[in-house]
């Protein structure tokens, strides 16, 4: 066994606990926040939560832009939609299906889908991702941490009156301070964790002769939303289910308006069309389609009964499981 082989291996090894110490922490933070302020833990996940677990998404597609490589950036953001809902979300809902807010869970929901019919738009349509749709992405964003921020404060004010305990009682200052110490210490060890984990895996994987279109499906694809397994896995553990539920769709929606919009706003890039099916372009039939039909899934059916059903987990596995087998078939 080699020395590099030894390095990326203990190095693997301590991006997995950072990952895991992180995670817990993470959550921790977040839902005594919610708790602090009487904040909706779905809302809290689909805001401050997703924010720190898009950090990694944030960073490969930046750098990538930069780099000039459009197709990282393009296949990422969508990607990473399908991974958070046919994968994680699915997992989550299997095990441990949940009730929800509808009210809460509307605007992400409606933001995500707006977002995400200008990004199909832009793709069908135009071929090529000017500047002004990374810029107008990046409003969307704005517009909706706005929103939030206001639907925050009216739940806060709401939950607070029905409540005896003030937020400033629970803890003073210094409960505050340490809830937001364990939020971000939480999100910079699962971003620095998530890459150590990546990068090594990348290393390790090519070393024992795994295929690379093995490793990029893997490593690469599952990499960047290992923030977002590992919150959620924490957040059943502790019996926060809405906050995981929450943290994923806003990460759908971050990875279209601020992770997309920021790498087209660096560096505007035409549609990628090596990967085709049937001579017509892979995203095109394929990506795009899955990507509206799992969060279709994920998010109607508790929108109407604000709860969420084992059924759905188990056909969004299935979904991804033959999402995978046609990205390696074909």
């Given amino acids: 066994m080699s ?3 030894i390095f990326a291996i203990l190095l693997f090894v301590v991006g997995l606990v950072m990952l895991i110490f992180g995670g817990d922490w993470f959550v921790d933070g977040a839902s005594g926040i919610a708790k602090r302020f009487h904040i909706p833990e779905l809302l809290i996940g689909a805001t401050v939560v997703s924010i720190g677990t898009t950090l990694p998404e944030v960073m490969v ?126 999100a910079t060890l699962i971003a620095f964790g998530a890459n150590l984990l990546v990068d090594n895996g990348i290393i390790i994987a090519k070393t024992v002769g795994i295929p690379e279109s093995v490793i990029a499906l893997t490593f690469v694809a599952l990499g960047t939303s290992l923030p977002e397994l590992v919150t959620a896995i924490t957040s059943l553990i502790k019996g926060h289910g809405s906050l995981s539920l929450g943290n994923l769709i806003g990460a759908n929606l971050f990875n279209i308006v601020f992770v997309s919009g920021l790498s087209v706003a660096i560096r505007p890039f035409a549609v990628p069309a090596e990967a085709t099916f049937m001579g017509i372009n892979r995203s095109f039939i394929i990506d795009i389609p899955v990507m509206f039909a799992v969060m279709l899934i994920l998010t109607v059916p508790p929108l109407i009964k604000n709860k969420l059903s084992r059924w759905q987990g188990i056909t969004l596995l299935a979904i991804y499981a033959a999402f995978c087998v046609i990205q390696f078939a074909f």
Avoid: H, M
Avoid at 122 to 144: D, H, K, M, N, S
Avoid at 163 to 182: Q, Y
């Fill in 3 to 5: 020395k590099e082989l």
């Fill in 61 to 186: 597609s930046a750098t990538s832009a930069v780099k000039g490589s459009g197709a990282i950036s393009y296949g990422n953001a969508i990607g990473s939609v399908i991974c958070n809902t046919a994968l994680i979300a699915a997992l989550t809902i299997t095990i441990r299906p949940s009730e929800t807010d509808r009210k809460t869970l509307l605007i992400p929901v409606a933001f995500f889908f707006a977002s995400a019919v200008l990004y199909a738009i832009t793709a069908y349509v135009f071929g090529y991702f000017y500047r002004w749709i990374g810029i107008v992405l990046l409003l969307i964003f704005v517009a909706y941490i706005t929103l939030s921020s206001i639907q925050a404060k009216k739940a806060s004010a709401l939950l607070g009156e029905n409540s005896e305990e003030k937020p400033e009682d629970n803890g003073g200052k210094k409960g505050i301070i340490k809830d937001i110490i364990f939020l971000v210490f939480g």
